[in-house]
């Protein structure tokens, strides 16, 4: 009854057969080797409605399976969807490689996944559409950076173990012995920085990782870089170790119950621990740490290291001066770490306070935060930030809506100035190569052979030596910009609770004063402007 040509059709001997109509033809069909087949139900109706009798019929057609592939965007993927044979020939798996292979894979090739979707081919219906990934890319994964291991306990460590007593109760002021290291002793091991590994696409491209962060060493006083190993810190004389950006360095400590007036002032060259208290006009000046176990009172405490005070900083405002300066200041190169301050001058490069700050005049290089370090929920009141980077607290300001101030990002003032001197420098070395230019000129026309070549040459090395000096002035104006970029990217006021009326907020030339008590919000500079983002 039915028959298939060269070019897969299928053909039904209508003459003999004479089908009663489209239905019985489609059954007969289901029952023949060519159920698969397309049916062509626009043939067998064409037949049925036409007036001359055909000898022969198109009742069906054969289809090849067919495999089509994409590539994702990113190339980091490559699909494949299969169309089912209708009877036709199915896809091996030596004719799908070809085909991927045409599409542009050549990489992340699972042949698991493609022998998964070629079996589709025998259990799902004829003509259906069925899709699955191929080939995989790999991202690329990115290097560590260089860490440090300590070797040994430093003075800031030594401090978060306070001594338990045989009552089971802890010694808040005891620490036992202090941790000491001897000549030869090794500090710390430097973990080099690692390349991470590069990544490709399904279409063969590799993919570069960022090479982690990498530092070098550093070795503060009292410490060598290793002669044997470059990667290895040692000291170099008895005494504590402590920790340095990058490095350690090792002190001689002074310790002492309390400062007052039977000690005198202290000055050290090393770190000081106070055990107690400092009493008012006592000063602590010392080119280590300054570790406070108690309270400063109206006192002065200055550090090349950080400062540490355990308990209270609380000062007053001093009206004998005409300024009326506050009787209470800790000063230092790193940082300043205090559970609470009232009226006292503080000056770091990152300024910590875990609950409170009145009226206390803040100058910080990098940070301000008041509150603990996982939820600023503490209190600045009052007072005035003279310049910080990032401010963040609970609550900024008062409810009564007293006056204070926060200037932000101050030294970007004199990073313009830099810049504008800068601009008026390359000005001025532009016009003496102009000068010099026309000097050329002018040398040009001598008709002395000597003299000419003496004058060109003292020309030459005067516009080699302005020529370096415009570089080296462009090259200083690219680094003013980036630095001032970067510092003003990075100032924001941050109030994790309330930013409350009277605040006059200052970012780098611009100023924004509150009238009203705000929710949670961040004050940033955008757009040349002060903007409140409020928390959702």
Same mark, same amino acid.
């Given at each position: 009854m039915f028959k298939v040509t060269k070019n897969g059709q299928i053909l039904m001997d209508v003459a003999s057969?004479? @089908?009663?109509?489209?239905?019985?033809? !489609?059954?007969?069909?289901?029952?023949? =080797?060519?159920?698969?087949?397309? !049916?062509?139900?626009d043939s067998i109706a064409a037949y049925f409605q036409s007036e001359v009798a055909e000898q022969q019929l198109l009742v069906a057609k054969q289809k090849h399976a067919q495999l089509k592939i994409s590539i994702s965007e990113d190339k980091m993927q490559a699909s494949a969807t299969i169309t089912t044979a209708q009877g036709g020939s199915l896809i091996s798996l030596e004719q799908a490689k070809k085909i991927i292979v045409k599409a542009g894979v050549c990489r992340g090739y699972k042949q698991a996944f493609l022998e998964k979707l070629l079996a589709k081919q025998f259990?799902? #219906? #004829? $003509?259906?559409?069925? %899709? /699955? *990934? +191929?080939? &995989?890319g790999r991202p690329p994964e990115n290097g560590l950076p260089a860490k440090l291991i300590s070797h040994v306990l430093t003075l800031k460590e030594r401090l978060k173990q306070p001594k338990l007593r045989e009552d089971g109760t802890v010694d808040m002021r005891d620490f036992g012995a202090l941790s000491s290291v001897s000549p030869g002793t090794l500090l710390i091991t430097q973990r080099p920085a690692t390349p991470g590994k590069e990544g490709f696409t !399904?279409? /063969?491209? %590799?993919?570069? #990782? !960022?090479?982690?962060? %990498?530092? &070098?060493?550093?070795?503060?006083? $009292?410490?060598? *870089?290793?002669?044997?190993? @470059?990667?290895?810190? +040692?000291?170099? *004389?008895? /005494?504590? =170790?402590?920790?340095i950006q990058n490095g350690m360095r090792v002190d001689d400590i002074f310790t002492i119950a309390d400062v007052n007036v039977k000690s005198g002032h202290i000055e050290f060259s090393g770190s000081v621990i106070v055990t107690h208290n400092v009493e008012p006009g006592m000063k602590v000046k010392a080119s280590g740490d300054i570790t406070i176990m108690g309270t400063v009172e109206s006192g002065e405490i200055i550090s090349e290291g950080n400062i540490e005070v355990r308990g209270g900083v609380i000062g007053h405002l001093d009206h004998s001066d005409n300024d009326q300066s506050l009787t209470c200041k800790l000063i230092a190169k790193g940082n300043i770490n205090i559970v609470h301050g009232q009226y006292t001058y503080l000056e770091a490069r990152n300024i910590y306070i875990q609950k409170q700050a009145n009226h206390c005049d803040i100058k910080a290089l990098r940070t301000v935060r008041v509150g603990l370090e996982d939820n600023p929920r503490g209190k600045l009141i009052g007072g005035t930030v003279f310049d910080a980077q990032s401010v963040t607290a609970g609550e900024i300001g008062s409810p009564s809506g007293a006056t204070m101030s926060v200037f932000l990002a101050? %030294? $970007?003032?004199? +990073?313009?100035?830099?810049?504008?001197?800068? *601009?008026?420098?390359? $000005?001025?070395?532009?016009?003496q190569l102009e000068n010099l230019q026309k000097a050329v000129e002018k040398a040009e026309q001598l008709k002395d052979i000597e003299k000419k070549k003496m004058l060109m040459a003292k020309i030459s090395a005067t516009q080699i030596h302005y020529c370096q000096q415009a570089e080296a002035l462009e090259n200083k104006l690219s680094?003013?910009?980036?630095?001032l970029h970067e510092l003003l990217e990075g100032t924001q006021l941050q109030a994790t609770s309330a930013l409350h009326s009277g605040v006059e907020i200052h970012i780098f030339d611009k100023t924004y004063t509150t009238n009203r008590s705000y929710p949670p919000c961040t004050a940033k500079l955008a757009d040349g402007q002060i903007e409140i983002e409020f928390k959702i």
């Open positions: 057969a004479t @089908p009663p109509s489209q239905a019985f033809i !489609v059954e007969a069909l289901e029952c023949s =080797p060519y159920a698969d087949c397309e !049916v062509d139900h259990d799902a #219906p #004829p $003509g259906t559409e069925h %899709s /699955g *990934i +191929i080939a &995989q !399904v279409t /063969g491209d %590799s993919i570069t #990782p !960022v090479p982690g962060e %990498s530092f &070098q060493l550093v070795a503060g006083e $009292g410490t060598e *870089i290793s002669p044997t190993n @470059p990667l290895e810190l +040692i000291s170099t *004389i008895a /005494g504590c =170790p402590s920790d101050n %030294s $970007g003032v004199e +990073i313009t100035n830099k810049t504008d001197q800068c *601009i008026r420098d390359l $000005g001025d070395t532009d016009e680094e003013l910009d980036h630095t």
